[in-house]
């Protein structure tokens, strides 16, 4: 990587860690007030019905945020025209979403309170639709524009949801919240692209070509959603009651509080390796191989603080009524490595043309996850939930690869990268 490069790439990490960790601070201190506020039972309520909702995240997202970093790349030409196109197309499947979600919601939960805040919750499904605009600008290494938009949306927001609290608002306020971030950081990505003097442009080839790269993408990303993030809510929810799914929740709260520094440190990384495929297969491997290491040995460290500061963390934070978090908390926290080395692989899949195998992996995952949580959850409640969620990262984001031929070069670039093979020359 050239002087130049380098500090390019330091340059755009520094201002997505920098407005991640603004956003990190504003959103941890009020999803902590939040929490306290509302307590165990009306917070499961929110999250449990949440759950719903983000089933349709990557029914959203249309695959396009794996895919539109890599065509905006290398089809520098027409940038209008692929991030124009891959919104139109995220917008009318947001609206359907958006439906689709509250739908489902009323057929297993016949409760009005409910089905308002699915409605509420599921706006925020629509004003995803501009994320490409931030994709756009980190495709061009000037992440300095988005982390100042993400500072000030949630700044706005960190107010509304403490006027909530102030004002003693019920459930339906918090769950209007979950979308104000995402209305926020719309409409302000989009005066900030607009203000650059870019333009939206739709184009039917373009479009066309998005949705025949994206497909696999979008189907994996149910998968991912399923396994990842909604499998062990849903049925702590069904299974014991909307109260565990409190505790489990404030618990995954604390796990995903800090994988924004890994977010980071791939964003930024993602398009000079992707880059790199074209001009040196070597120096690709050998950057990739550094970017799964530092993914995996920063999750472990924090992982290890977390087992032993669990019970302090969830008594400061949350308060003596959110103690059984604490036992799930130490578990959890140790699947972050993998399941981010599985958003570091994105890279790999790409490059090597084998974006098929994303519905593979994750359809494994989806498998192992719902088996695994059923069984545990059944057993162990909460903890199960928390084991579950483990090893169903462990398993599909490393263990799998090594039993699918094609997949085994990027898991033996894995476990070179664990054992920190060629990583540190």
């Known amino acids: 990587m050239s002087e130049r490069l380098s500090k390019k790439f330091f340059s755009n990490a520094s201002w997505i860690m920098i407005g991640r960790i603004f956003q990190l601070g504003l959103t941890f201190i009020t999803t902590m007030l939040v929490t306290r506020y509302l307590g165990p039972t009306e917070f499961g309520k929110l999250t449990y019905i949440y759950s719903y909702v983000q089933l349709f995240i990557p029914v959203c997202a249309m695959g396009m945020n794996d895919i539109i970093v890599k065509e905006l790349i290398e089809n520098k030409e027409n940038n209008d025209e692929i991030l ?114 870019y333009k939206f442009k739709f184009s039917f080839n373009c479009a066309k070509k998005l949705l025949s790269k994206s497909f696999y993408y979008a189907f994996a990303g149910i998968l991912v959603v399923i396994y990842g993030k909604v499998t062990d809510t849903l049925l702590l929810g069904r299974m014991i009651n909307e109260t565990s799914v409190g505790y489990y929740s404030a618990a995954i709260t604390l796990c995903n509080a800090w994988p924004f520094i890994l977010t980071a440190i791939i964003d930024s990384a993602s398009p000079i390796i992707i880059d790199m495929y074209k001009t040196d297969k070597t120096m690709f491997e050998k950057r990739l191989k550094q970017l799964y290491a530092a993914v995996f040995y920063i999750g472990v460290v924090v992982a290890f603080l977390i087992t032993v500061l669990s019970d302090l963390i969830i008594s400061i934070l949350y308060g003596k009524e959110y103690m059984p978090a604490s036992m799930p908390l130490k578990i959890a926290c140790w699947s972050s490595g993998f399941a981010y080395i599985g958003v570091s692989r994105t890279i790999w899949i790409q490059c090597e043309n084998k974006i098929h195998y994303e519905t593979i992996i994750s359809l494994f995952g989806a498998i192992i996850s719902i088996v695994l949580n059923y069984i545990l959850i059944k057993n162990l409640g909460i903890n199960g939930a928390a084991i579950a969620l483990v090893l169903t990262q462990l398993l599909t984001n490393f263990v799998f690869l090594f039993f699918v031929k094609d997949l085994r070069a990027n898991a033996k670039l894995i476990l070179d990268a664990i054992m920190l093979k060629d990583v540190l020359k």
């Open 84 to 197: 124009g196109s891959a919104t139109l197309i995220r917008i009318i499947s947001s609206l359907i979403s958006m439906f689709l979600s509250v739908f489902i919601v009323s057929i297993f939960n016949n409760n009005p309170l409910y089905k308002t805040i699915a409605l509420l919750q599921s706006f925020s499904l629509l004003f995803q639709s501009f994320e490409g605009i931030m994709y756009y600008y980190q495709s061009k290494l000037l992440s300095k524009k988005t982390g100042i938009v993400y500072a000030l949306a949630y700044i706005l927001t960190a107010l509304f949801r403490l006027c909530c609290i102030y004002t003693n608002k019920d459930i339906k306020w918090f769950a209007f919240a979950m979308s104000l971030d995402y209305i926020m950081i719309a409409v302000l990505l989009i005066s900030t692209y607009l203000f650059d003097n």
